[in-house]
C-alpha cells in the first residue's frame, strides 16, 4: 500500500509530461518553404566548411562520418515546426557523435533545433529538461575541445560561452512561446465572445421582430375588422336607415381611434429615447375585456362574458396574453363566423388561468380574406413564453371553440 502509495506521483509526473500542454502550431506553406531553405544553407554551409577551413582537422576523421552527422543534424530541421521536440533529440544526438574539435559543423543545428523546441513544442515538461540537457551537453563540449595545433580556434572558444549563449536562449524562446500561447488563447477567446455577442444579438433582434409583430397584427386586426364590418352594415342600410348607418360609422370612428392609440403605445415603446420621461399607457390586460367585449356586440354580434374563480391581479404578461387570447377569437369570430353568438369563459385557477372563447357557428364575412393565419400562431407563441399551451378547433355540435392555460406560479 505504501509503495503503491509513493509510486503514484511519480507515475502522474511521467504521465504529464507525455501529455501536450500546448497546441502544435499549424504549417504554413511559407513556413515550410523558409525550414526547408534553411536547412539546405546550413547544409550546404556545413560541407563547405568540412572540406574548406575544417579540412586540416577533418581529415583526421572519416569524411563519409562527417558528411553523415551534418546530415543528421540538418535535414531534420525541415521539420522543426511539426515535430521540434523530436529534431532536437536528433540533433543533440548528433551534436553528441560529433568529434570534439568539428563540433561546429552540428552546433549551429543544434542552436537552431533548441530554439524550435522551447519556441513550437506543445511538451513544455519534455522541452524545458530536453533544453537543460543541451545547456549541459554544449558545456561539457566546449570545456573538453583541446587547442588544435593547426591555428583553427574551437567552435567555443572558452567553457563559459555555451552557457553565455544557450541560457538566455532557453530563457528567451520560452519567453516567446508562453507570449505566443497567450496570444493565441486571447485570439481564441475574443474570437468566441465576438461570435457569442453576434449570435445574441440576432437572436434578441429576432425575437424582437417577432414581438413586434405580434403586437402589430393583434392591435391592428381585431379593430379593422370590427371596422369592416360596421363599415359594410352602415354601406347597407345608409338609405332606408340612416341613423343607424350613422351609429354604425361613429363605431367605425371610435374602432379607428382606439387603434390608432394602441398603435401608438406600440410604436412608443419601440421610438422612446427616454423611457422615464416618457409617458405610456399600461398595456391592456383582463380588467379590459368589457370594452373589448363592448366593441364586438357593437358589430351586432352577441357575446356573454362568464369569469369564474377568485378574481386576483395576475402578472402584466400573463394578463396581456389572456387578453390577447380572447382579442383574436373574437376577431376570428367576426371574420368567420358572422351571425352567431359568443361566449368567453375566464376561470382564476388555484395554480393556472384558462381562458375560452366559443361561438355557435355562422357564415364567412368579407373581412376574412384579410387573414393570413399569424394570430393563432402568434398566440401559441406568446403562450409558449409563458408555458401555456393553447387548444383551438371545430366544436362537435358546430361553432369554433379557443381554449388558453396558462399555468401560475403561485397558488
Sequence with gaps: MTTTRVGEPL?????????????????TVRGRLFDAALALILLISSLDYTTGDLDDQAHRHSMVGLVCLVFLASVPLVWRRRYPLAVLWIVL???????????????????IAAYSAAAYSPYRPAATATLALAVLLTFV???SVPHTPFGVDPTVPTQYVPLMISAPLVVATVGLRSWKVRAAESRVRLAEVERRQAEALRSAVEHERARIARELHDVVTHNVSVMVIQAGAARKIMDSSPEQAREALLAVEA??????????QVMGLLTMEDPEETELEPQPGLERLGPLIDRTRGTGTPVELSVSGTVRPLPGGVELTAYRVVQEALTNTLKHAAGSRAVVRVDYGQDELRVEVTDSGGSTAPAAATGNGRGLIGLRERLAVHGGALDNGPRPLGGYRVRALIPLEYT
Excluded at 544526438?93 to 552546433?107: I, S
Excluded at 382606439?258 to 401608438?264: D, H, I, N, Q, V
Aim: charged share 20%; hydrophobic share 40%; aromatic share 4%.
Design 11 to 27: 507515475r502522474e509526473r511521467l504521465r504529464a509530461l507525455a501529455e501536450p500542454s500546448g497546441a502544435v502550431p499549424a504549417p
Design 255 to 264: 374602432g379607428g381611434r382606439t387603434a390608432m392609440g394602441e398603435l401608438r
Design 93 to 111: 544526438v548528433a551534436n553528441a557523435l560529433t568529434p570534439g574539435d568539428v563540433t561546429r559543423l552540428t552546433f549551429y543545428a543544434c542552436v
Design 141 to 143: 563540449i566546449g570545456k
